[in-house]
């Protein structure tokens, strides 16, 4: 018992030794134009955005003293628009949702484009999967043609991208939108003939499937990867393990999109640089957060190549010897 005593006791210290050096080295920090609390948007409650995003925002609030908190919102569109508006401070997306409102073509705000918003840094890839029902024979995206499909919600990443993905690869589905335990659901019920959906694998909702019926998993082959990847700028190659799920036997190709924080050009260059630093050079309390943080890395910054880095962040990837492209350096920042 007293070991257990004196173990336990041990561990408070540290903890306490830990969070006196943060907040001292905090009081130390440049602290122009920070805020007094932040939001962070994520997506719903207990999906991996609201989880890592109350994860980062925890690290925030710990080491640089600012109240920090995480806020369900409709997801990456719908941060997209509320960073740009300022209504909330930070907020994290998928890159296929921020090209489309940097360009102006937005779902949610269709002509808005939203120039004020400046990417910070990487978070984890998004890969899609699909999945259908053996008994039904459909084992490929051509197999598809026709066929009754759902997507997730109608704003989410998989919901405003791979419809069009599909037209662009020359297959007419019928589209259904809704929660992915309910689309799931609807499958194993014969109401859907297949489900595609982007999310950390393996995809609880097609695990869940998986063990009740014989299913077939797939996605796009190497020639509409291809394809895919040049007409669509946010668009990667991505390989998902043999064993993700139980019948996966082989290795399977698809395609994925980089998810990264955000925030507006007006937010505190010192601020976004020390945030920067509290994440990236704390990856192992990131990876108690959530395991997709073995993503967030700097070297991860490569995966964005249109939406300009915050100033803050660029200070902090010029410090370790990373040189950002110029067409992804803000106007606003400053060398000095």
Same mark, same amino acid.
Do not use: C
């Given at each position: 018992?007293?070991?257990?005593?004196?173990?336990?006791?041990?561990?408070?210290?540290?903890?306490?030794?830990?969070?006196?050096? %943060?907040?001292?080295?905090? /009081?130390?920090?440049?602290?122009?134009?920070?805020?007094?609390?932040?939001?962070?948007? &994520?997506?719903?409650? +207990?999906? &991996?955005?609201?989880?890592?995003?109350?994860?980062? %925002? !925890?690290?925030?609030?710990?080491?640089? +003293?600012?109240?920090?908190?995480?806020?369900?919102?409709?997801?990456?569109?719908?941060?997209?628009?509320?960073?740009?508006?300022?209504?909330?401070?930070? +907020?994290?997306? *998928?890159?296929?949702?921020?090209?489309?409102?940097? *360009?102006?073509?937005?779902?949610?705000?269709?002509?808005?484009?939203?120039?004020?918003?400046?990417?910070?840094?990487?978070?984890?890839?998004?890969?899609?999967? %699909?999945?259908?029902?053996?008994?039904?024979?459909?084992?490929?995206?051509?197999?598809?043609? +026709?066929?009754?499909?759902?997507? !997730?919600?109608?704003?989410? =990443? &998989?919901?405003?991208?791979?419809?069009?993905?599909?037209?662009?690869?020359?297959?007419?589905?019928?589209?259904?939108?809704?929660?992915?335990?309910?689309?799931?659901?609807?499958?194993?019920?014969?109401?859907?003939?297949?489900?595609?959906?982007?999310?950390?694998?393996?995809?609880?909702?097609?695990?869940?499937?998986?063990?009740?019926? %014989?299913?077939?998993?797939?996605?796009?082959?190497?020639?509409?990867?291809?394809?895919?990847?040049?007409?669509?700028?946010?668009?990667?190659?991505?390989?998902?393990?043999?064993? &993700?799920?139980?019948?996966?036997?082989?290795?399977?190709? =698809?395609?994925?999109?980089?998810?990264?924080?955000? *925030?507006?050009?007006?937010?505190?260059?010192?601020?976004?640089?020390?945030?920067?630093?509290?994440?990236?050079?704390?990856?192992?309390?990131?990876?108690?957060?959530?395991?997709?943080?073995?993503?967030?890395?700097?070297?991860?910054?490569?995966?964005?190549?249109?939406?300009?880095?915050?100033?803050?962040?660029?200070?902090?990837?010029?410090?370790? !010897?990373?040189?950002?492209?110029?067409?992804?350096?803000?106007?606003?920042?400053? /060398?000095?």
């Amino acid at each position: 018992m007293n070991n257990i005593l004196k173990k336990l006791s041990i561990g408070l210290l540290s903890a306490s030794l830990f969070s006196a050096a %943060a907040w001292s080295q905090a /009081e130390e920090m440049d602290k122009t134009g920070w805020p007094n609390s932040i939001k962070i948007g &994520t997506a719903s409650q +207990g999906g &991996t955005y609201f989880v890592y995003g109350a994860g980062w %925002a !925890g690290l925030v609030q710990e080491l640089l +003293g600012v109240n920090s908190s995480a806020e369900v919102t409709g997801g990456p569109v719908q941060n997209m628009a509320l960073v740009q508006t300022g209504d909330l401070e930070f +907020g994290m997306t *998928t890159m296929g949702p921020a090209y489309d409102g940097w *360009t102006g073509e937005s779902q949610l705000a269709p002509g808005m484009e939203m120039k004020d918003v400046r990417a910070m840094f990487p978070m984890y890839q998004t890969p899609f999967q %699909a999945i259908a029902l053996a008994s039904s024979g459909i084992d490929s995206i051509a197999k598809l043609e +026709g066929k009754k499909v759902g997507f !997730g919600p109608r704003g989410g =990443t &998989t919901g405003s991208n791979v419809p069009r993905w599909l037209k662009s690869l020359g297959v007419n589905v019928k589209e259904q939108y809704g929660g992915a335990s309910d689309l799931a659901g609807q499958l194993q019920d014969g109401l859907l003939d297949a489900f595609i959906f982007g999310a950390g694998i393996p995809i609880s909702a097609f695990s869940q499937v998986e063990a009740q019926t %014989a299913v077939n998993f797939f996605s796009f082959n190497d020639e509409q990867i291809g394809m895919l990847a040049e007409k669509y700028p946010t668009v990667s190659k991505f390989v998902v393990p043999a064993g &993700t799920y139980k019948t996966l036997a082989a290795d399977q190709n =698809t395609v994925a999109m980089w998810n990264f924080v955000i *925030t507006n050009k007006e937010m505190s260059t010192s601020f976004v640089y020390e945030i920067m630093k509290a994440i990236l050079d704390n990856n192992d309390r990131m990876m108690q957060v959530h395991k997709s943080s073995a993503e967030t890395k700097p070297e991860n910054w490569q995966y964005n190549n249109f939406l300009p880095f915050h100033a803050g962040a660029v200070k902090y990837f010029k410090e370790k !010897g990373i040189e950002i492209p110029a067409n992804l350096i803000p106007p606003e920042y400053n /060398e000095s």
